[in-house]
Structure formats: C-alpha cells, structure tokens
C-alpha cells in the first residue's frame, strides 16, 4: 500500500455531524441538515462534558453490534426506532473544529490526531447502550479490504492523508470500494407477497423510480434482501413510506437493475429524493 493513503471500513449509516457550542451543547444534524438531536439522546449524552466548547466531529451513526452483517438489518427499520433501543452509535471520522481551532486547512493526518485528543475521555458503550468510536485506520493493501469485506462491511474508503476538508465537496480526497453496486431510488408502491409470506400479510417487493429530466420515472422493483420482520414493517407502514429514499444493492443496470436487493431505508433528512437520478 502507498504511505500516502490509509483504509477505513465504510459504515452503513446516515453522515452525521456534531456540533458542541461555546455554552457547551451539543447539537446533531445530518448531513443535509435535519436536526437529529432528539433521535439520539445517548450520543448527545456521551459527548457533554467530555468534548470541549467549540468542536465539531464528522461521521457516521451507524449501528454497534457484534456482528457487522447485521447492521443492515438494524438499519431497515425507522432510524428513531433503533436509535431508542439505543443501537445506533457514532463512528468519527474527522474534526473540523477542536476547542474553537479550526481545522479545516490543516491535513488528514492532523485532524485525525486532533480527533484522538478530543474522544480521549469520551465514555464507551455501557450494556446494550451503543458507544462513540473513532474509525480505525488500515494500510491500503488488498488483504486489508478483503478483511473489511469479510467482517460484513459495505466497502472501504481509501483517503489521502494530507487532504484538507473541503465543505459541500462530499469524498473530496476520498476513493470509495464496495463490494456491489448500490444505489438511491425512491419508493413508489408495494406488492404483497405470495405464498407464505401472503398468508402472514408480508411485502413482496417495493416499486421504486427515479428522477429524469425533472419527472419520477419508474424503474423496476426489489423483492429480496429483507427478512421477515423488516418485510412485515415497511408492509404495515406503506403510507409513510411512498416517496422516501431507499438504498439498494444490484450487479449491473442497462434497461433495469439486475438482481436488485434492499439495503436499507435512508433517514428521511439524509437525502431527498430529486437527488436520486437516473443515471
């Protein structure tokens, strides 16, 4: 691997940044700007008193459990339901701001170890309350994305360590790896299951589209992916459900996606759904 880069694990959660004020609160917002605070009140209560006034902390909430090819099962369900089972944790990985310095300017490197100096007393998980972690760094080597394929993560995000944090330029010094192709479409309707699962009043497959020259065009539908128990919720939530954003996973689109598979519902303030393209 290049001395130049490092390897981070790729979280499957919502960009989240925390905000601790000059009076010493915090404040969560996503990254288009929703206010998250209320949905997580054990992150807010884990960094207040711990992280000094004027920080700011970038990252991703994602969920803690022990093993990571659950987290997109936990994360199929609404975001305030996990986050009030206490599920959802705080993965740093940058300081854009320590102790009222800014640090935007100054490299990776620095702000990573910035980063280690500011979450230096920050409480770890306790019980089934999940933690704040910062992201652990791996050389940029084959073997080491194969390890974080094989621990159930997405991907990986190659970065370079002496890129400065360029704000609305979303990867700026960042290459992302996944395993499979993913991408954002919005929901358009639902269709029940058969068989069994018709007999238990499942989903079958949710019809999604995306935007084309300004329209919801549809393209297609995902019918795997999800377990029973997230089948029968998006199926007794359908109406709130029309027109939020869905990831999905698949292994190929010409006319359609091939072999599409639900990944997650994404959080509500995370993207909107005229930024789901075709493309």
């Known amino acids: 691997g290049s001395p130049d880069v490092w390897m981070e694990q790729k979280f499957d959660g919502w960009r989240m940044i925390a905000i601790v004020d000059e009076g010493g609160t915090v404040e969560l917002y996503a990254r288009t700007g929703t206010r998250l605070t209320e949905h997580l ?17 970038d ?12 987290v997109q099962g936990v994360l199929s369900g609404h975001p305030k339901e996990a986050s009030r089972a206490g599920q959802v944790g705080f993965f740093v990985f940058d300081c854009l701001q320590a102790d009222g310095e800014d640090l935007m300017n100054e490299t990776l490197e620095v702000r990573h170890q910035r980063l280690a100096e500011i979450l230096w007393g920050v409480p770890g998980p306790t019980g089934s309350v999940a933690g704040i972690w910062t992201t652990p760094r791996f050389e940029a080597t084959e073997e080491a994305y194969q390890r974080i394929i ?5 991907g990986a995000v190659i970065k370079k360590r002496d890129s400065i944090y360029k704000p609305g330029a979303k990867g700026a010094g960042w290459i992302k790896l996944k395993l499979a192709g993913t991408e954002d479409v919005v929901v358009m309707g639902f269709r029940a299951g058969e068989g069994d699962r018709g007999q238990q009043r499942l989903l079958g497959a949710i019809e999604f589209g995306q935007y084309l020259d300004g329209e919801l065009v549809a393209r297609g539908s995902v019918g795997g992916g999800f377990d029973d128990d997230t089948a029968r919720w998006i199926w007794e939530h359908q109406d709130e459900l ?11 689109k010409a006319e359609g996606f091939r072999h599409p598979q639900w990944m997650r519902l994404r959080d509500s303030g995370d993207k909107a759904p005229e930024e789901c393209l075709w493309s």
Not at 59 to 70: M, N, R, T, Y
Not at 150 to 154: D, K, Q, R, V
């Open 59 to 70: 990252g991703e909430a994602g969920v803690a459990c022990d093993s990571w090819s659950q």
């Open 41 to 57: 009140p054990h992150v807010v209560e884990q960094l207040t008193g711990h992280v000094p006034a004027g920080t700011i902390l």
């Open 242 to 252: 029309i027109g939020r954003v869905i990831e999905i996973s698949h292994f190929g």
């Open 150 to 154: 094989a621990a159930g993560f997405e």
